[in-house]
Nanobody, 126 residues
Framework: QVQLVESGGGSVQPGGALRLSCGAS????????IAWFRQAPGKEREGVSC????????YYLDSMKGRFTVSRDNVKNTVYLQMNALNPEDTAVYYC???????????????????WGQGTQVSVSL
């Protein structure tokens, strides 16, 4: 059974950091492009970042560049999203998703992804 599980969410103050993890079971993540999405209350889901099967290139939403870093550990079958300098606008449920694609492909379009995790809450406030 294919399953993705996110972890690492929580509550932090502005300027704080969190590292989200996306673990997989039932398939090898190294064969998939992985993306992170988020959905804030009352807003549509948006693509945050993605990482290709080949590890590079990686893509980030403009507002995340320089603050967020996506990486993968194929031995642990896990993808990470390191989030630094968090601000209240980053408050959302964060999801990881997996999709088949070429070695240099990934996308932040949600419709391209077949497998999804259940999400982890990130809250940034004073």
């Amino acid at each position: 059974q294919v399953q993705l599980v996110e972890s690492g969410g929580g509550s932090v103050q502005p300027g704080g950091a969190l590292r989200l993890s996306c673990g997989a079971s039932g398939f090898a993540m190294e064969n998939y492009a992985i993306a992170w999405f988020r959905q804030a209350p009352g807003k549509e889901r948006e693509g945050v970042s993605c990482i290709t099967r080949g590890d590079e290139p990686k893509y980030y939403l403009d507002s995340m560049k320089g603050r967020f870093t996506v990486s993968r550990d194929n031995v642990k079958n896990t993808v990470y999203l390191q989030m630094n300098a968090l601000n209240p606008e980053d408050t959302a449920v964060y999801y990881c998703a997996a999709a088949r694609g070429g070695i240099n492909w990934c996308s932040t379009v949600s419709a391209r992804y077949s497998y999804w995790g259940q999400g982890t809450q990130v809250s940034v406030s004073l």
